[in-house]
């Protein structure tokens, strides 16, 4: 089934009616669609949209080679489309895919936008991974000043409890009805529960996966 097949009428891109420039190409920003990290731009012409369209997968326009080239066709690092966007003037294309590898960049980088100032960073995603790449960095890089450090140094009895504490002052701050109190004890509650998970090397976009398996 081609991903066409998949989308609602109203939600089919018109492919015609995409505003390419005068090379007839239109930049494609490809976007992680668990956590919204930006892994790279490429550009497509109308035949590639098409093809991603029809197959369901990334294809592209080289500017180089002058030829389509299918994302991960060489590497098997291939981009499974979820959904496709395009803006007010219809002249750029957002791609929300599923990244088969994680890895998007020919540098074997996640991201194509991985340098800042020279050195390799992680990109930029949602708050929660952000957090949890900082929790992962403790754990692999301990700190004795870490507050992060010293629960993963505690394991579970430590981790869980601390859960435990969490969930208690989340209800109690629902049962006040004091929103401010609410924002930050499920911020509390959030954060050492993705310290559990990094304790347990479960990755999060594992649990984005799962919510988006029960979203649909």
């Not at 891109?13 to 239109?26: H, M, S, T």
Request: one cysteine or more; charged letters at 30%; hydrophobic letters at 35%.
């Amino acid at each position: 089934m081609s991903l066409i097949d998949s989308l609602s009428p109203q939600n089919v891109i018109p492919v015609e009616k995409i505003r390419y420039d005068e090379r007839g190409l239109v930049p494609a920003i490809v976007q992680d669609y668990l956590d919204g990290t930006v892994l790279m731009m490429a550009w497509m012409n109308r035949e590639s949209l098409q093809k991603t369209l029809d197959t369901g997968e990334t294809w592209f326009w080289s500017r180089s080679r002058q030829e389509l080239w299918h994302k991960g066709g060489t590497s098997g690092h291939t981009q499974k489309v979820q959904s496709i966007r395009y803006d007010c003037d219809s002249d750029a294309l957002l791609i929300s895919i599923e990244q088969v590898g994680d890895i998007a960049c020919h540098t074997g980088e996640r991201s194509c936008f991985h340098q800042v100032a020279e050195k390799i960073v992680p990109p930029p995603a949602d708050t929660l991974s952000q957090v949890f790449q900082v929790i992962c960095d403790r754990r692999d890089n301990p700190t004795e000043s870490s507050y992060t450090c010293k629960l993963l140094a505690g394991g579970d009895n430590k981790i869980l409890k601390k859960i435990g504490e969490e969930s208690a002052e989340v209800v109690m701050a629902f049962k006040d009805d004091d929103k401010e109190a609410i924002a930050g004890e499920v911020a509390d509650l959030l954060y050492h529960t993705l310290v559990a998970l990094a304790h347990h090397q479960v990755d999060v976009k594992d649990v984005y996966r799962k919510l988006q398996e029960r979203r649909r």
